[in-house]
């Protein structure tokens, strides 16, 4: 009894103190369902030239993704098309959200005020429009319960088979919402199995290949580096309908996100066994508000289906970008010679004279003037000091850069000029008078890369700063041509002092200032050739290239690496943004021991330049690089506008070959290339070339040679004997190579 009596007691104390209202009954809850819009079903097509991606709306206001690929025939043929099975839990929704009844990797995840993380997206309507070759279809969805309205974007480039799809996510209720997760776009596939070929690598290994059969579990592609995204994992990807990669048959489907930033790609395949892939911003650390009334417009997703395997998908994307998405794309960028490997720091006037003088000999059409031209007070000797201090170092250059710049002018060069202007020293003037634009975690170390730390470029004011140093730039000069714009670091520990407590904005809201300052500086110099570099290939990306001419594929100039960096980078990219450049042996990267002319080859299949000092060529080598230099100004049209088709790949084998045809396909250049040592026995290798009109005749002459690798030079032969076993040139030695020029008779 005693123990009940102090049972009783603590009940009446816990009572006591227990708010009112926890003590008050529960009410009765009471379940509403919003009545959904009578839906008439319907079939919304998404046509280009020789693709299809057919759209079904059915009875209930579902959006499903049903195929992509070649076109099936009548659009409505796919109105009664059934999933199949007797669950809808992996159902192809066109832009799956949390919540409702699909259960996979989500493309929408939106947290709204009253703490529900629900969300069903029903069909509105759809409108179509028509602008040049491009036809634009937009899906309106809509979540009746909190009125979250979600435009799916589909354009279709007509001729190129190119599909590009984003979204737009509006918030039309009467609070502020989260985005946890906003895709670009879900693109749903079906097939019997997926080979997914994707890129990994770092600094001076960059656009390696992996391939790999997708299974069951999921597959991420993802970077969450802030900066530098592409060095390690590009957002891009080719994804092969069946086991056995080819170039030349079979159903590839190519994919690219056009965002500089963090991203992430997923491959889930179903119990239906059904390939699902949402793709868009990396949702890690970006939790996005969004103010009622507001929207927000997610980046595009780049689609192209081919049935000629890889080279097909590739040339579909370069013929887009080199039309829509390369600034000046397909535009022939001049030859140069660039500075950073021949003089490195040490230099002064005079010696950047005797380069361009060099360089004009050579028939070189540009000097580039890389790092350690700046600073005063905080000399840039080294990669240590004076990055945010832009004024001409005046000790190196007494004259100013105006007088190196007229000098190339008058050489009949253009002139070219390094910057780096998202990134500060901490030894630097900027870095003592602003600290608070440097990206920071209150209370932590700033984390210094390269000797650097990054500015927060979701601050205005240092966007303004960092379009200015551009500005200023180009403005030391009437003569300036080309900037070439560097980013060596990634972000580490990471903040804004200008955000302040909405830190989940930041990383989308640096590269959107990233992009502010490129569209300021396109507006205002439109014809200045500007490269983008990022410690080499680390911005190779879709959003980036808009702005420019031309990337850096990687700081590893050694030809041999380029081999498989470029045959990589084109398999999406088009050869005409690939700067490649004939650098000095040991190569300063790899340590590697190549001839000139294989150096100049491999380059030759690129924006042709030089980085080194010509001074220290022999007389017989600047005999060698003025006759290449000639020679590639004689086909160089058909790297920047041809059509690439690789032949071999450094990955399979002993060669490496590709070849560009010229759109009317009466002319080409063929690259060979031999890697490793042949035995007497081997002789020949047989290259099948692609792409010639059958009912042609070319001529074939090799260049930059006196004696010939194969017995055919300088005679002529049908296409189809080119193409069906009859081109072998002859090698023997590692690291040789043969330039072929074919024009028809």
């Given amino acids: 009894m005693r123990r009940v009596a102090q049972i009783l007691v603590l009940a009446a ?18 379940h509403t369902t919003v009545q959904l819009p009578a839906v008439t079903p319907q079939i919304i097509p998404v046509e280009t030239a020789n693709t299809q991606l057919i759209l079904q709306v059915d009875k209930q206001g579902t959006v499903r993704t049903l195929h992509y690929g070649a076109k099936a025939g009548e659009p409505d043929q796919f109105l009664r098309f059934r999933f ?13 959200a949390a919540g409702g009844r699909f259960n996979g990797y989500d493309a929408l995840h939106v947290e709204y005020a009253d703490g529900s993380q629900n969300t069903e997206l ?138 500089s930033g963090n991203y992430r790609i997923s491959f889930q395949i179903g119990q239906s066994d059904r ?20 929207e927000f417009e997610t980046p595009e997703m780049i689609y192209t289906w081919s049935c000629e395997g890889a080279g097909g998908a590739s040339r579909n994307l370069h013929r887009w ?138 601050n205005p004011a240092v966007q303004d700063f960092v379009f200015g140093v551009f500005d200023r730039t180009v403005s030391l000069s009437p003569n300036i041509d080309y900037i070439k714009w560097d980013s060596n670091r990634r972000i580490m520990s990471f903040g804004s002092p200008y955000l302040g407590a909405e830190q989940d904005r930041f990383f989308v ?41 031309e990337v850096w594929p990687s700081d590893n100039s050694d030809a041999i690496s380029r081999t498989r960096i470029q045959w990589a980078t084109s398999l999406v990219y088009p050869p005409c943004i690939m700067a490649a450049h004939v650098s000095a042996v040991p190569n300063h990267q790899t340590g590697n021991v190549t001839s000139l002319k294989f150096r100049f080859d491999v380059a030759s299949s690129g924006r042709l330049g030089m980085e080194l000092q010509p001074k220290s060529l022999s007389a017989e080598e600047r005999a060698l690089a003025d006759r290449c230099i000639s020679s590639y100004k004689q086909y160089r049209d058909l790297v920047f506008s041809g059509d690439l088709y690789r032949l071999a790949s450094p990955y399979d084998g002993d060669f490496y070959a590709l070849m560009y045809v010229s759109q009317d396909k009466r002319r080409a250049v063929v690259f060979t290339y031999c890697l490793r040592y042949q035995n007497r026995s081997r002789g020949s290798h047989v290259f099948r070339l692609q792409g010639l009109d059958p009912s042609l005749k070319y ?47």
Avoid at 84 to 96: I, R, T
Avoid at 515 to 534: A, F, G, H, T
């Fill in 509 to 549: 809201e640096y590269i959107q200032g990233y992009y502010n300052v490129c569209r300021r500086m396109r507006e205002k110099y439109p014809q200045l050739i500007v490269q983008c570099c990022s410690a080499g290939g680390s911005r190779v990306d879709y959003g980036s290239m808009r702005w420019f001419n």
């Fill in 321 to 458: 970008a080199r039309k829509y998405s390369v600034w000046n794309g397909g535009k022939v960028n001049p030859t140069l010679l660039n500075s950073w490997e021949g003089a490195y720091f040490s230099f002064t006037t005079e010696t950047l004279l005797r380069m361009i003088d060099d360089a004009a000999a050579m028939g070189l059409e540009m000097f580039v003037l890389d790092d350690g031209w700046f600073g005063l007070e905080h000399p840039r000797n080294n990669d240590k000091a004076g990055l945010g201090d832009w004024e001409v170092n005046t000790n190196k250059i007494p004259e100013g850069i105006d007088y190196v710049a007229s000098y190339a002018h008058s050489k009949g060069l253009k002139f070219g000029i390094w910057i780096e202007s998202e990134m500060v020293n901490p030894d630097s003037n900027l870095a003592r008078e602003h600290p608070d634009w440097i990206v920071q975690s209150p209370g932590r170390q700033i984390h210094e890369s390269r000797n650097q730390w990054i500015l927060d470029l979701s």
């Fill in 84 to 96: 199949g099975g007797n669950h809808n839990y992996e159902d192809p929704s066109a832009y799956p």
């Fill in 699 to 745: 001529k074939v002459t090799e260049q930059n040679v006196d004696r010939s690798c194969w017995w055919g030079n300088g005679k002529s032969f049908d296409a189809d004997f080119l193409s069906q076993g009859g081109f072998n040139p002859s090698f023997s030695e590692a690291s040789s190579s043969a330039v072929f020029v074919l024009e028809a008779e």
């Fill in 13 to 30: 104390l816990l009572l006591a103190v227990l708010p009112a209202q926890a003590r008050k009954k529960p009410q009765k809850f009471t």
């Fill in 275 to 294: 390939l699902n892939i949402v793709s868009g911003i990396n949702p890690f650390a970006s939790a996005y508000p969004l103010a009622a009334g507001a």
């Fill in 122 to 259: 029903y069909f509105v309507n759809s409108d179509v429009h028509a602008h040049d070759d491009i036809i634009s279809t937009v899906i309106h969805l809509k979540d009746y319960v909190t009125a979250l309205e979600v435009d799916l974007v589909y354009n279709a480039h007509q001729a190129e088979d190119v599909i590009l799809m984003h979204s737009i996510i509006r918030n039309a209720g009467k609070a502020q919402i989260t985005l946890r997760n906003y895709a670009s776009a879900s693109l749903n596939l079906v097939s019997d199995d997926y080979l997914l070929t994707h890129f990994y690598g770092g600094w001076a290994n960059e656009m390696q290949v992996d391939q790999e059969l997708l299974t069951h579990d999921a597959k991420v592609l993802e970077s969450r580096r802030g900066t530098q995204t592409t060095q390690d994992c590009n957002p891009s990807f080719l994804l092969t309908l069946g086991k056995s990669f080819s170039e030349t048959s079979g159903e590839v489907v190519a994919g690219a996100l056009a965002w």
